[in-house]
């Protein structure tokens, strides 16, 4: 009962001879409901056929097997739902039958953070191919540009011309290095989101000459350390909208409890958004709105002309 897995013993065709207290909240059962009752019980309907058919193979060679063998098992709970699970097997022979232990371990964070490493995997992947493919050969076009602006003698024209276009792809290369910055993931390796954050600031102030000040409650930050991921994107991209839209000279990151509720704010004092500048931002607002909402938090914004914006995301202690 102590064993921090659920067990399940299963006899005779396939039924089950013991389950243990964790065995019982993981499949939502009562012990006296698992008792007697084919394991099938807790294989989702579309699979047990073949679990039958398994099992009964398994009787014929019956061997130890081991969990994070990569087999792709769910189990059922008696609400219907399914969920992953790692499963380790062990054969005990008797007289006259034989009996199986299985070892049970909900395997849902697992999965969830092999799927999150391979996707943070690929995201560094593409950040480098942007960094080594598209950026060097913006750069060389840019460089071309250059050199053919010298040579352009006094026509004005052609030299503003290529001036302007200059000065359009360094801005790309400046948007892709921020992309490529928003791909990996290494602002947040072996940092807390109180850390990653005040890093983030420190860079954005260092990149943009905007002074930035930073007001973060560490015991409040550490509350949501699994989900730095999405709070720190939100927080780029409210910094992004204060470099290239507000104009402003200086800004604040807070993240404080008030009222009961972690708040997370980024204001500046710049020029506010208007009609023209908030549709300009509406993608990333739009990122940012999905981002808190994914985590449970509400987002807002409160801008007007000429009054500065507060990008403010909400979220339950």
Known sequence: EA??????IVGRGGRIAYANQLMQRLSGYSRRELLGKPIELLVPEAARFDHERHREGYAGSPRAR?????????????????????????PLTTEPELLVVAAVRDATERRQ?????????????IAKELHDGV??????????????????????????RLAEAVDSIDEIIRDLRNYIFGLRPG??????????????TAEFQERTGIVAAVDIDPRVAARFANSSGPLVQIVREAL?????????????????????????????????????RAGSAGQGLRNMQERA??????????????????????LPL
Do not use: W, Y
Not at 77 to 86: E, I, L, N, Q
Not at 113 to 125: C, F, K, N, P, S
Not at 187 to 200: F, I, K, P, Q, T
Not at 245 to 269: K, N, P, V
């Open 135 to 160: 950026i060097q050969a913006l750069f060389a076009v840019g460089m071309t540009l250059q050199a053919t602006e010298a040579k352009s003698g006094d026509r004005e024209v052609v030299r503003n």
């Open 66 to 90: 081991p969990m994070g063998m990569s087999l792709d098992i769910a189990l059922q709970r008696k609400d219907g739902t399914v969920f992953p699970a790692d499963i380790a097997l062990s």
């Open 240 to 276: 992004s909208n204060v470099a290239r839209h507000s104009q402003a000279g200086t800004c604040r990151l807070s993240f404080l409890e008030r009222d009961g509720q972690a708040m997370l704010e980024i204001d500046d004092d710049g020029r506010g958004l208007d009609g023209r």
């Open 293 to 314: 909402a994914a985590i449970g938090g509400r987002f807002s914004l409160e801008s007007a002309p000429g009054q500065g914006s507060t990008v403010r995301v909400t």
């Open 187 to 200: 602002l947040l390796a072996d940092r807390r989101l109180d850390e990653a954050l005040r890093e983030l």
């Open 3 to 8: 064993l921090p897995d659920g067990i399940v």
């Open 113 to 125: 953070a092999q799927r999150l490493l391979a996707v943070l995997e690929d995201r560094e992947r």
